[in-house]
């Protein structure tokens, strides 16, 4: 909560900086109102706990009343929450609020789509370290909202050697090698390839999961045939929504994608006044 709270703040700071002129113009101090915020298309919700923390730190006593849970679907029109409180704070955390609920919903909305795509097929979605920065912890969990498994958290939390490992290295079965004389033996290992040679090379330098990037339909099951259940089958590079169930039919196990926290559409959402 201390690093969410910081964010928002930020946030507001950004916005409001030395105060918001038109409010202060136009409102009175001690003006109360309500307010509804409604969904403008159907959409996953995330993030509303988010929204209610944007409002109540501008004004602790704050009422917000959530009518849709979490990760529920919201069809257009649906009201989705209501907030209660000074009529200043509830302007003044309007856009700062639906900005991060509309973000994460929108987040959560794609995932849900690829999740739907590949269902019945054993693959799992999961996303990457593409994401905006400062918003990185809270656009996972919107990953997982959506029914998608989060992947590394960062550099620090799991081994993924990458082409330009191995370029720096000289190679797959040293820059493997490397790495296991240095992590404890609770990590697992995770290497890039590019070629059936360096997928048969990754296997026979014992790699724990096998990433096939920008591998072709036909490669790739190649691949998963070549592994036969030896380690885990990551396949990343050109997925999206209309090639990730042909991808899923060729027995990978892990289906990495960015598109669903760098290019996810926020979704419409308004807050409107009673």
């Known amino acids: 909560m201390l ?10 700071r950004e916005d409001i900086h030395t105060g918001d002129i038109t409010t202060q113009a136009l409102i009175p101090a ?41 990760g529920a679907p919201a069809a257009r029109g649906a009201l989705i929450a209501t907030v209660r409180g000074t009529t200043a704070d509830l302007l003044m955390g309007e856009r700062v609020a639906l900005n991060l609920l509309q973000r994460l ?7 849900s789509r690829y999740v739907a795509a590949v269902a019945g097929t054993g693959a799992r979605i999961v996303d990457t370290r593409k994401t905006t920065p400062g918003l990185r912890e809270l656009e996972k969990y919107a990953v997982r909202v959506g029914g998608g498994i989060n992947h ?32 404890p033996h609770t990590l697992k290992i995770e290497i890039e390839t590019e070629t059936l040679a360096q997928v048969e090379e990754a296997l026979a330098s014992g790699a724990d999961i096998i990433m096939l990037d920008n591998m072709s339909l036909a490669d790739m099951r190649s691949a998963v045939t070549t592994i ?3 380690a885990q089958v990551e396949a990343s590079g ?9 991808i899923a039919e060729t027995g990978v196990d892990i289906i990495s ?18």
């Open 3 to 12: 690093s969410l709270d910081n964010l928002i703040d930020h946030a507001l």
């Open 30 to 70: 001690d003006s109360r109102a309500s307010a509804r915020l409604i969904a403008k298309e159907e959409m996953i919700l995330a993030g509303l706990f988010v929204a209610e923390r944007v409002f109540k730190r501008l004004d602790p006593a704050m009422e917000f009343d959530v009518c849709l849970a979490e």
């Open 105 to 111: 919903s929108g987040i959560a909305t794609l995932t």
């Open 152 to 183: 590394r958290t960062g550099l620090y939390d799991g081994v993924l050697i990458k082409e330009n490992h191995i370029a720096a290295t000289g190679g797959v079965r040293e820059a493997i090698a490397r790495a296991r004389s240095f992590i």
């Open 228 to 230: 036969a259940g030896r």
């Open 238 to 246: 050109g997925v999206n929504l209309e090639t990730v169930r042909a």
């Open 257 to 274: 994608v960015g598109a669903l926290t760098h290019s996810a559409r926020a979704m419409d959402i308004s807050m409107l006044l009673d």
